[in-house]
């Protein structure tokens, strides 16, 4: 029982750090209907951000330091590498989204090598935690609540901002949202903008655990979170939530259970399930195309 | 219109690159030849890929030139990225081959070097494998050979280290799908098997992997004294750093990959007394080659950032560069199946110590070095001579 219980606040810290990348996907996905496949490393990115600037500034200072440098990274690719595309067909678009990937994959191994980099130990998320009889640490128990918290604040702004008002008419209709006077070029940067956060605050959390970067680091939780987006139903953001938790409690079930062989193959049957079975996923929307 | 004009500039620059490129192999005062370097730059295994090429760079650096017959010749390295990836290794392989190399060096990781193997022994080319220890790369390979000792016998000197500690219980930890990995896992398995050690779990983890909590855990649960995890420099601090948080104390091991100071630093001090086998050992190894490479070698790895740790990989990388600079000055021949019968012959004393190609194409190595982590350094333990 124990044992259990250890390897399910493992699953759902891991869940979080999931569902905080996965959210990234929704909400480009939801206003560009763009899967942005660069997510995962701008994820990586910010590991290596992170690296940096600890070298340099106390934690307090390089925490923020880094979460707005991956904004504005966000928003740069956003600007340079889909804006000119935008009238192109989405096939276009999705091709530059893997370019930027494998942009970002190799410039980090040009700029910092193959080798793994240190990750900075951040000590407060590093403490050692007992709960009764389990064992754990800070970051395991705070990943799930920032991550909830994180979704509460996004909610709100989606609910009761201004920009949170355009994002959500952009991503109902692009053409009438532009003739009713709203920016698309700024919802559109306001969007990669709080999905790099997102995902930056997720790095983070992500890799205190997992003390190293390196230049593919990104590249397998950001096709992991693509399915938890794809689950929980392209376009939205509790599905995204619950997709990334469900994903990140059956990997560490299985591998628990000794079948660590199929840990990654099941997330993948689960993508190719839920397509056949379901494709708008559980809180997709029904697409009605009016004619 | 424009489109139009630059299409057509494109097709002729297309079409001088192709002359230039004939030219400067066939023609021109200069004699030049190319000395192809197989081996991952980027990918999973890019970090030590790179390690070995700067040991090759370095004998180029100090071996520029070669006599063949009265002509002098200039020796270029011929560098292309197999980027750790089986596909990516084949076509990198065709690249050197059509691009006229004479030999080749690598791989680092012997995934690759197995799916390579084939096509250099075709187009004729002898290859010569740095550190990669899987048996199956020079096996049935007339064209392989290699600087570094094999797998089966790692396996075993690592299972003879745990009978001498006394260790009854060990588990093993290896990367799904990663030859090299699987392969000492298993000879490690079947070594301790035949010396009565019982094997009391083994895990697989996935390429990429970071969280390695669950299968640690299961391994906690059967409660092994020492834990063999032979796995890639990106693996390893995590397996170490993460098996330290759940409180296990037993030992940990690996193989030659993990002498790599990046490990001890991703650690966070986790790395503390673990134990592996390597290829050499600056301090205890005095060949006359090795003062050479010794007296150089650490300004040139501070000259490209890297620590001033020399990794055994670099050490194997210069005998490998080495031993085919050897086999074609003694062959005075460009031809391949010349260098591969002059290799075949060749006994020289390298970095590493005596190195002559036994009949599978493998160094005649009997013997490992054992270090420890302590302190964060490494430290010689003892020769184990099998």
């Keep these: 029982m124990q044992y259990f219980l250890e390897q399910c606040l493992i699953g759902i810290s891991i869940g979080g750090a999931y569902a905080l990348i996965a959210i990234g996907y929704t909400l480009v996905y939801g206003i560009l209907r763009l899967i942005n496949f660069a997510h995962g490393d701008i994820f990586m990115v ?246 | 219109m424009l489109k139009k004009v630059f299409s057509y500039l494109l097709v002729i620059a297309v079409a001088m690159s192709g002359f230039t490129a004939c030219s400067s192999n066939s023609t021109g005062g200069k004699n030049v030849i190319k000395i192809g370097v197989f081996e991952p730059l980027t990918g999973e295994n890019g970090g030590g890929g790179f390690q070995e090429v700067l040991g090759i760079r370095y004998a180029n650096e100090l071996y520029k030139t070669i006599n063949i017959n009265g002509t002098t010749y200039t020796i270029e390295l011929d560098e292309v990225d197999n980027k750790s990836d089986k ?50 790369v020079t096996d049935g390979n007339d064209y392989y050979f290699r600087t570094c000792f094999l797998d089966p016998f790692q396996g075993t000197v690592m299972a003879s280290y745990a009978r001498n500690h006394g260790y009854t219980r060990v588990a093993v930890i290896t990367q799904l799908g990663d030859d090299y990995s699987e392969g000492l896992g298993s000879f490690f398995v079947r070594a301790c098997e035949r010396m009565g050690i019982q094997v009391v779990d083994t895990e697989k983890f996935q390429t990429n992997e970071q969280d390695f909590r669950s299968i640690l855990s299961n391994i906690k649960s059967s409660d092994p004294q020492f834990v063999f995890a032979p796995s890639s420099i990106v693996s390893a601090p995590l397996i170490l750093e993460q098996a330290r948080e759940l409180g296990m104390t037993c030992q940990f091991g690996g193989g030659d990959t993990w002498e790599n100071g990046t490990i001890i630093d991703n650690a966070h001090g986790a790395a503390e007394g673990m134990v592996l086998t390597t290829f050499y050992d600056d301090k205890s190894q005095a060949t006359e080659e090795g003062e050479k490479f010794l007296n150089g070698f650490k300004s040139y790895l501070v000259k490209n950032n890297q620590k001033e740790i020399i990794p055994a990989v670099s050490a194997l990388g210069y005998d490998a560069y080495l031993a085919v600079y050897k086999a074609i000055e003694a062959a005075q021949s460009l031809e391949g199946p010349a260098i591969r019968d002059a290799l075949s012959k060749l006994v020289f004393t390298g970095v590493t110590g005596e190195i002559k190609f036994d009949a599978n194409g493998d160094a005649d190595k009997n013997s490992a070095y054992v270090k420890e982590v302590e302190n964060g350094q490494f430290v010689f333990k003892e020769i184990v001579t099998i």
């Design chain 1, 46 to 291: 910010a590991g290596y951000i992170m690296i940096f600037t600890t070298a340099n500034f106390p934690i307090y200072i390089s925490i923020p330091i880094t979460i707005i440098a991956t904004c504005i990274l966000g928003v740069v690719i956003e600007k340079v590498a889909y804006k000119p595309l935008r009238t192109a067909p989405r096939m276009s678009i999705m091709i530059s989204a893997i370019g930027v990937s494998y942009f970002l994959q190799n410039f980090a191994t040009y700029l910092f090598t193959a080798l793994p980099s240190n990750y900075p130990p951040i000590y407060f998320l590093k403490k050692q935690i007992h709960i009764g009889y389990l064992k754990t640490n800070m970051a395991d128990i705070l990943t799930p609540i920032i991550t909830i918290l994180l979704v509460l604040i996004l909610i709100w702004i989606l609910k009761h901002t201004k920009i949170g008002l355009s994002m959500r008419a952009v991503s109902r209709d692009y053409e009438a949202a532009s003739l009713m006077g709203i920016k698309i070029n700024n919802t559109i940067s306001y969007t990669f903008a709080i999905g790099s956060i997102l995902a930056a605050v997720g790095s983070i959390l992500y890799f205190t655990n997992r003390a190293s970067v390196f230049p593919y680091s990104g590249s397998m939780p950001g096709l992991k979170c693509f399915v938890a987006a794809v689950f929980g139903g392209i376009g939205s953001i509790p599905g995204a939530l619950i997709g990334g938790f469900f994903i990140g409690l059956c990997e560490t079930l299985i591998k628990a259970v000794g079948y660590s062989t199929f840990s990654d193959a099941f997330t993948f049957v689960i993508l190719i399930i839920v397509l056949l079975l379901r494709p708008t996923g559980l809180f997709g929307e029904k697409i009605i195309d009016k004619v």
């Design chain 2, 87 to 136: 596909t990516e290794a084949v076509s990198a392989a065709n690249k050197l081959i059509s691009d006229g190399v004479v030999a080749v060096l690598g791989s680092y990781g012997s995934g690759v070097s197995i799916a390579a193997g084939e096509y250099f022994e075709e187009a004729e080319i002898p290859a010569v494998g740095c550190s990669c220890t899987n048996p199956q």
